[in-house]
């Protein structure tokens, strides 16, 4: 494949998402010659995907990336996808941050004192990398028996978007996360659609009182009592657990939110439970998570036993001019949200300008 002219740049972020656009404002602040790769079209990161009736856990004011604050809309307690969408878009335009949208990137790999950034536009040559792109470009479906013969519809929480969609049938969610909950209450509150809500243990619901400041508070604790050395803080919630955001109460009070155990596989037409009892149904929704998107990284060969690529903070251990950000707990406390990838974005940069 023939690339076109390789540029030169100090740092290259790759992903303009969320985490992306904090190591940016953080790049800014340390003075660093840097630019930011994102493969989508238009600002917003994965929020610009996210199905109609998503909401944040936290109100505006603690779902903020570094510098500027979430403007609040009346109305309005949890923000919506789109007031994402227009925030990171704002925060994008107000820092003036170099995002190249509609550039994928297809590999990093060393070239002696630099690192070759791969793109389906051209080919960047830069001291330092910061890999960003997060997790919702590789959905996780698990290996369930009789996937490949279901002949009704199968889909990811990637593709979900609007209860509508799903008039008059009978839809299977897979899932007991946070995902899986608010899908099927979504569903379940259109009143003509038929759901079954399949998890592999009993649903944990947090009190109606917590959301995602306590959550945060928690993961914050935890994570300072492993760098101590300490095994637990005794938290009251863990980041697993099931946040009872306004669609997912008015479910669950109306009896609509029941969650039956995990089939054992898939028939032609449904479902069967391990009892050998089958379900016929017309689409399958997997709220089954997802891995973090690294297959750009794969030519640096850093990726251990288990596909996980070792750091020391966001630094790869394997690699020191190589950061990783935003893909959860081993990136930074809390990465993977708005107000959680501050602080690593921060050390990130601090230690790309010390290398610089």
Not at 48 to 66: G, I, N, T, V, Y
Not at 213 to 227: E, K, P, Q, W
Not at 282 to 298: E, S, Y
């Amino acid at each position: 494949m023939h690339r076109p002219v390789t540029r030169a740049c100090d740092v290259v972020v790759i992903g303009g998402g969320q985490a992306g656009l904090a190591a940016g404002y953080h790049l800014r602040r340390q003075g660093i010659d840097f630019t930011i790769l994102d493969a989508d079209p238009a600002p917003g990161g994965s929020w610009q995907h996210m199905w109609d009736s998503l909401h944040l856990f936290s109100p505006a004011d603690h779902s903020s990336l570094p510098g500027r604050l979430m403007p609040t809309r009346l109305g309005e307690t949890y923000p919506d996808a789109g007031h994402v969408v227009d925030y990171l878009t704002d925060y994008e335009k107000r820092y003036d941050l170099p995002v190249q949208h509609d550039t994928r990137v297809d590999a990093v790999r060393r070239d002696g004192d630099r690192l070759l950034v791969e793109a389906d536009s051209n080919t960047w040559r830069a001291r330092a990398v910061v890999s960003a792109t997060g997790t919702w470009s590789r959905p996780f479906v698990p290996a369930v028996p009789g996937r490949g013969l279901f002949t009704g519809r199968q889909l990811h929480t990637v593709n979900y978007r609007r209860q509508a969609d799903f008039a008059g049938q009978h839809v299977v969610v897979v899932g007991g996360g946070n995902s899986g909950a608010q899908i099927a209450a979504d569903l379940a509150l259109a009143g003509d659609v038929t759901v079954t809500w399949a998890t592999q243990r009993p649903p944990r619901f947090l009190a109606d009182d917590i959301d995602g400041r306590v959550l945060f508070d928690v993961a914050t604790a935890r994570r300072r009592a492993l760098d101590e050395g300490r095994s637990d803080t005794g938290g009251v919630a863990s980041l697993g657990d099931i946040v009872v955001v306004p669609p997912v109460r008015a479910a669950r009070d109306a009896g609509l939110l029941h969650a039956k155990p995990m089939f054992t596989r898939l028939t032609a037409t449904g479902i069967q439970g391990a009892d050998g009892s089958r379900s016929d149904a017309d689409a399958i929704i997997w709220c089954t998570g997802f891995r973090p998107a690294l297959a750009h990284l794969a030519p640096l060969n850093l990726r251990g036993p288990h596909g996980h690529i070792a750091t020391h903070g966001t630094r790869a251990l394997g690699e020191s001019r190589l950061h990783l950000l935003g893909y959860g707990d081993w990136t930074g406390s809390a990465s993977a949200t708005l107000i959680g990838v501050g602080r690593p974005a921060r050390d990130a940069a601090r230690e790309i300008a010390e290398l610089l």
